[in-house]
T-cell receptor, first 114, second 112 residues
Framework: NAGVMQNPRHLVRRRGQEARLRCSPM?????VYWYRQLPEEGLKFMVY????????ESGMPKERFSAEFPKEGPSILRIQQVVRGDSAAYFC????????????FGSGTQLSVL | QKEVEQNSGPLSVPEGAIASLNCTYS??????FFWYRQYSGKSPELIMS????GDKEDGRFTAQLNKASQYVSLLIRDSQPSDSATYLC????????????FGRGTSLIVHP
């Protein structure tokens, strides 16, 4: 049973380019969370999605960032016109239902903006 | 602003000792509490959850919760070098909020 799959593992972008981060939840999981982690800092919540719905995006920057979780396919976190401050590790987690207490995390995508 | 506070450490303990990791939280409505372990360069994994006041034991790990003091801790008995990692405290408010809020983590080093 595959775990939460994130790709790419490492992503390098130049300032102004777009970054697309993908997350496939565990089989049977329909809830996806995105977190960002900076060095020496904890996980900062960004967005919580169910299939075809954004439930809570209170942690998402208002500009340049967007997320989706389509009926078919992985969840996508999209960052437009990246800046150096976007460099971080982005983790995706999934759970089978909204009240499930345990989150299963993917291996993360390390985004580096040159 | 809902806050979860942890001492970033590092906390250094000798092999075989008890490691004590602490966490405080600001929201009195918090109902669920979790400890995640994160090895360097890896993803977090859940090791303990606790929901009511008191102690909860699982092998060498004991989670302690005191809601009146808004304090949750993790004790690791007989610490091993393989326990060296960052330990993240996470809190869920409940009542319709399903988003765990994480502390910045405490780095634990267990030296032989």
């Amino acid at each position: 049973n595959a775990g939460v799959m994130q790709n790419p593992r490492h992503l390098v972008r130049r300032r102004g380019q777009e970054a697309r981060l993908r997350c496939s939840p565990m089989k049977g999981h329909s809830h996806v969370y995105w977190y960002r982690q900076l060095p020496e800092e904890g996980l900062k919540f960004m967005v919580y999605l169910q299939k075809e719905n954004i439930i809570d995006e209170s942690g998402m920057p208002k500009e340049r960032f967007s997320a989706e979780f389509p009926k078919e396919g992985p969840s996508i976190l999209r960052i437009q016109q990246v800046v150096r401050g976007d460099s971080a590790a982005y983790f995706c987690a999934s759970s089978p239902r909204e009240t499930n207490e345990k989150l299963f995390f993917g291996s993360g995508t390390q985004l580096s903006v040159l | 602003q809902k806050e979860v506070e942890q001492n970033s450490g590092p906390l250094s303990v000798p092999e075989g000792a008890i490691a004590s990791l602490n966490c405080t939280y600001s929201d009195r409505g918090s109902q669920s509490f979790f400890w995640y372990r994160q090895y360097s360069g890896k993803s977090p994994e859940l090791i303990m959850s606790i929901y009511s006041n008191g102690d909860k034991e699982d092998g060498r790990f004991t989670a302690q919760l005191n809601k009146a003091s808004q304090y949750v801790s993790l004790l690791i008995r007989d610490s091993q070098p393989s326990d060296s990692a960052t330990y993240l405290c996470a809190v869920k408010i409940g009542g319709g909020s399903y988003i765990p809020t994480f502390g910045r983590g405490t780095s634990l080093i267990v030296h032989p």
